[in-house]
């Protein structure tokens, strides 16, 4: 009840009541406690009576009663408390996801300190002394289990010892950073990778004990600091043997663990790692490899018993061979240099190419590249490449994750497993590199964190990526986008059906066959170039092939009004177009489907074509009852009898073929998704017109109904519906092709005639009757020469 009433009296603190003595009483005992406790002790609160304007107001003063307890005794403060050895227990066993990942940190480490050196020499020279080129050298031993590695970067005082490493989460490169900003000294490139400084630690992720020998210029001694992993202290101590000093820098030196030796103490290991990690570091990382050489020995030649007898005292023939021999020697691990920091004017078509196959080892040239720099609210730089061949697997062209964009902070690679953060599923097949430096990671520095950068940069990656494309398309060479179009045309029609907002891009880089080129793809734009005037849409017609396409009975009025039909011969192809729906103000209309308008119909005729057949249509529905949701006079067909289409909103016969084709689609959804068909008739056809005549004068005849369901069941196939029973209709034409050829080569008297031979045989004892086979053939016989 307390926390109910004091949130009440918070909501309303001051409650004005008429001065009437009679009500004031049973307002003390309701609201305001009595003495001696109660509310007060509860809730803390001071009440008071005041008289305004000839009214009591009930007041309580909670807030003020709380800001003077805070001011008669401030509390003391306490600082928070941490178990080392439990936090670094979670730095190095929570924030990384892959072991391998020490060596990027401890890499990067090495050349933030070379970076500093580099900038700290431009004021003190004195600063470079002799500790010889700026570098970074790794040297893995397998027979003891360590590996060193060394920079020659500006190394690190006994105070510093104890700031950088002996405190977790403390960042020398942030405050030499603020240090910069504070002395108004930001003419330096921040081109510093470290932040949280936590990456140090990420050793002992292989190792069980580690050891950083280091020699600052500033310092005439070299300190050695020392700890082994789940420790809670460390030490430093001063280095004494002359064999150990260094001229300047770092060296640190990892003792592995015993999972750990035989992957990350082996050197081919090491230079991989390089390679991925650290291979746009801007200073010179050196492993220590294994290498073969040819070399030129003497060797004595073999000789026989007898020259050896005759010729003991002469000296031994010798001959020259080469023999290959192993060493041991520094090989530079990151030969190839970050192409997307130099300016792309100065950057030729050869050297993007090369970095191409490089970077992605590929051996085909891409088809197109793009360089660019963003700057403004979010800076980066970013060169993005179409590959010359697009994916042999179906799956790459659904599974975002193809470790097609390289992510880099600060030349460092952070990774390649993005599930559409950086592009869309359709544009997945886009290889390319982006470094920025501003993009937010989380302390493990694998993870991209979602906020308003990244969608940023997502917004401004994709557009660069259609202007790419663009290109292609309005190039001179037309076989440049024909073999896009090949290989990544599918990536681009699920585009439509994925992202809304990029239809406008999306659109007119699509390509079709149509009706008036089907050799050649044809464009949106060049379809509505060669529109008529009274066309009023972008007619299409879903079908499994371009073959089947071209016969279809939807095609004839249209191709004989000479309107172009696009024809979507792809699976994806109709319900990319379905969710485009406009282009241009023009509608997209399937000539498969129901109410189809040509633009310049003649009503008279229609309508009179509708008064005379309409008796029939009404017969022919009544003859197939539910497999038609009606029939009517069609103006798309010329030559063919009839034609099922689709209603409006129902399947077409194309998606319905697509979904029972489905490994995993719901069976109970065809009905209901199907829609509804509408057998369309053409007046002007013979059949029609004999069938308009039976209605008439024979509704009851069998034949009229067999040729109305052979009639529908043809138009079943034609129109590109699967027939429902296919052994069914094949008897139905079975049996109008006996009718049609009964007779015909004089089958019946030859098997008469041979009958009749039999028996002559049995009177005449063998001798032969021959009888002339007769032609018997009807005046209207179809099959006559």
Excluded at 100 to 129: C, H, I, M
Aim: with cysteine.
């Amino acid at each position: 009840m307390a926390p109910a009433l004091s949130r009440s009296l918070y909501t309303t603190p001051l409650t004005s009541l008429p001065l009437t003595p009679t009500r004031l009483s049973p307002l003390r005992t309701a609201f305001l406690p009595r003495a001696g406790g109660g509310l007060r002790a509860c809730v803390s609160c001071s009440w008071s009576l005041e008289k305004r304007c000839s009214r009591f107001a009930v007041k309580c003063d909670a807030a003020v009663a709380e800001k003077e307890t805070a001011e008669e005794g401030s509390g003391e403060k306490f600082e928070y408390q941490a178990e080392v050895s439990r936090l670094l227990d979670l730095i190095v066993h929570s924030l990384y996801s892959h072991k391998e990942v020490f060596l990027r940190e401890l890499v990067s480490n090495a050349s933030d300190a070379l970076d500093k050196l580099r900038f700290l020499s431009v004021t003190e020279p004195a600063l470079l002394g002799d500790g010889g080129e700026l570098e970074i050298r790794i040297k893995p031993d397998p027979d003891n289990g360590t590996i060193t590695i060394t920079d020659t970067g500006i190394g690190m005082t006994k105070e510093e010892l104890i700031d950088c490493l002996g405190t977790i989460a403390q960042s020398g490169t942030s405050k030499f950073l603020k240090a910069l900003k504070e002395n108004k000294d930001l003419g330096a490139d921040n081109g510093l990778i470290g932040q949280f400084g936590v990456g140090f630690y990420s050793a002992f992720l292989v190792a069980e004990k580690v050891v950083v020998s280091t020699k600052s210029p500033k310092s005439d001694k070299q300190y050695v600091w020392e700890s082994v992993a789940d420790s809670s202290s460390y030490v430093i101590r001063e280095e004494t043997d002359p064999e150990n000093f260094l001229r300047r820098g770092t060296q640190i030196t990892l003792y592995l663990r015993e999972d750990d030796k035989y992957e990350f103490a082996e050197s081919t290991r090491i230079k991989n790692l390089v390679k991925n990690y650290s291979q746009f570091v801007g200073f010179p990382i050196y492993t220590w490899q294994e290498k073969s050489r040819t070399v030129d020995v003497e060797e004595e030649e073999p000789a026989k018993e007898e020259e050896e007898e005759e010729k003991e005292g002469e000296p031994k023939k010798t001959k020259k061979t080469t023999k290959t021999e192993k060493y041991w020697d520094w090989e530079l691990a990151n030969e190839t240099k970050p192409l997307w920091m130099r300016n792309s004017k100065e950057v030729s078509k050869e050297e993007y190419n090369e970095f191409y196959k490089k970077a992605f080892n590929e051996f085909l040239d891409p088809l197109a590249h793009t360089h660019f720099t963003t700057e403004g609210e979010v800076e980066f730089r970013s060169i993005l490449y179409i590959p010359g061949m697009g994916p042999l697997n179906n799956e790459d062209v659904t599974n975002p994750k193809t470790k097609n964009i390289r992510l880099h902070v600060k030349r460092v690679f952070i990774s390649d497993d993005f599930d559409g953060e950086l592009f869309p599923r359709y544009l997945s097949f886009v290889k390319g590199v982006v470094d920025s430096n501003d993009l937010p990671l989380n302390v493990s520095r694998e993870i991209l964190q979602e906020s308003r950068i990244v969608r940023i940069m997502r917004k401004r990656l994709i557009r660069k990526t259609f202007d790419m494309i663009q290109e292609i398309s309005e190039s001179e060479n037309k076989e440049d986008y024909k073999k896009f179009w090949e290989n990544f045309g599918r990536f681009l029609k699920l585009g439509c059906i994925e992202d809304t907002g990029n239809h406008k891009r999306i659109t007119p880089l699509l390509r079709f066959y149509s009706s008036k080129n089907e050799e050649e793809l044809t464009s949106l734009d060049e379809y509505i170039e060669n529109m008529g005037e009274n066309q009023k849409a972008i007619y299409y017609l879903a079908t499994d092939s371009l073959k089947s396409a071209k016969s279809a009975p939807f095609l004839e009025k249209l191709i004989q009004k000479d309107i172009e039909v696009l024809y979507l011969v792809e699976p994806i192809d109709e319900v990319a177009i379905q969710n485009l729906q406009t282009y241009k103000e023009k509608k997209f209309v399937d000539i498969s489907k129901e109410d189809l308008e040509l633009g310049d119909e003649d009503e008279v005729k229609e309508r009179e074509a509708k008064q005379e057949f309409n008796l029939l249509c009404d017969w022919i529905k009544q003859q197939l009852g539910d497999k038609v949701a009606k029939v009517q006079v069609s103006n798309r067909l010329s030559s063919s009898p009839c034609v099922l289409v689709s209603g409006k909103f129902g399947w077409s016969a194309n998606m319905e073929r697509l979904m029972k084709a489905q490994a995993l689609g719901d069976t109970s959804s065809l009905e209901f998704m199907r829609g509804r068909r509408i057998l369309e008739i053409n007046p002007d056809h013979p059949i029609i017109k004999d069938l308009n005549a039976a209605c008439k004068n024979a509704p009851e005849s069998s034949e009229a109904t067999r040729v109305v369901d052979l009639l529908y069941d043809t138009a079943i196939i034609s129109s590109g519906f699967t027939p429902d029973s296919p052994a069914e209709l094949g008897n139905k034409i079975y049996e109008m092709m006996a009718m049609a050829v009964g007779g015909r080569w004089g089958r019946v008297e030859e098997e008469e005639g041979s009958s009749n031979v039999n028996e002559g045989e049995d009177t005449k004892d063998g001798e032969a009757e021959v009888i002339e086979p007769s032609e018997v053939r009807a005046e209207s016989d179809p099959w006559q020469d």
